[in-house]
């Protein structure tokens, strides 16, 4: 068992960039790699993008290349999300996850965006 | 990247009846199709892996078929708590992606 816990909740500007923390913990051998996913009020699910937590190879949605980075921090089995020029419609849960040995996601961090 | 159109957008049932979900796929998926369930203020729920495998502890009454571009979920008579958005999702080809999702309501 794989549990994943976020950082807290975000108020942030147009313009302004955001960092979401993941830190895995329980049976952490089994976390190779986060995947995050968003999701804006009242709308569907959103794939961001992947990161391995062994050689750090990432995979970016086309929607949020450029804006979004991934990284992680093997030492503390820890990932990152970073995103960048925020935008009002930035505004979302977003969900880190682990789907290596099973399928666990974080508790969710709420992004809001907004002057 | 690989378009993921579920149908229909919603559904509306009645407890007991039979549920029909469908996810087409833009190109071939193969067989790497998941299956999520979700409720409000709650992550994604896994029912579905690899098209047709059950995860862990979801009931026999949930069923899925299908590879390629063409997936089917069915849930066989509607429990209350089965209410809910379902989403399919690809894991074939990078960039990942989801499905917009069915609403499951009651009738």
């Known amino acids: 068992q794989v549990q994943l816990v976020q950082s807290g909740a975000e108020l942030k500007k147009p313009g302004t960039s955001v960092t979401v923390s993941c830190k895995a913990s329980?049976?952490?051998?089994?976390?190779?790699?986060f995947t995050w996913v968003r999701q804006a009020p009242g709308q569907g699910l959103e794939w961001m993008g992947w990161?391995?937590?062994?050689?750090?190879?990432?995979e970016y949605s086309q929607q949020l290349q450029g804006r979004v980075t991934l990284t992680t921090d093997t030492s503390t089995t820890t990932g990152y999300m970073e995103l960048r020029s925020l935008r009002s419609d930035d505004t979302a849960v977003y969900y880190c996850?682990?789907?290596?040995?099973?399928?666990?996601w974080g508790q969710g961090t709420l992004v809001t965006v907004s002057s | 990247e690989v378009v993921l159109t579920q149908s229909p957008a919603t559904l509306s049932l009645s407890p007991g009846e039979r549920a029909t979900l469908s996810c087409r796929a833009s190109?071939?998926?193969?067989?790497?199709l998941v299956w999520y369930q979700q409720k409000p203020g709650q992550p994604p729920r896994l029912l579905i892996s690899d098209a047709s495998k059950r995860a862990t502890g979801i009931p026999a009454r949930f069923s899925a078929t299908g590879s390629g571009t063409d997936f089917t979920l069915t849930i066989s008579s509607l429990e209350p708590e089965d209410f809910a958005v379902y989403y399919c999702h690809q894991r074939s080809n990078w960039p990942l992606t989801f499905g917009g999702g069915t609403k499951l309501g009651v009738k």
């Open positions: 329980g049976d952490i051998l089994t976390t190779d790699s």
């Open positions: 996850a682990s789907f290596d040995y099973g399928d666990y």
């Open positions: 990161i391995s937590l062994h050689n750090g190879q990432t």
């Open positions: 190109q071939s998926v193969r067989s790497y």
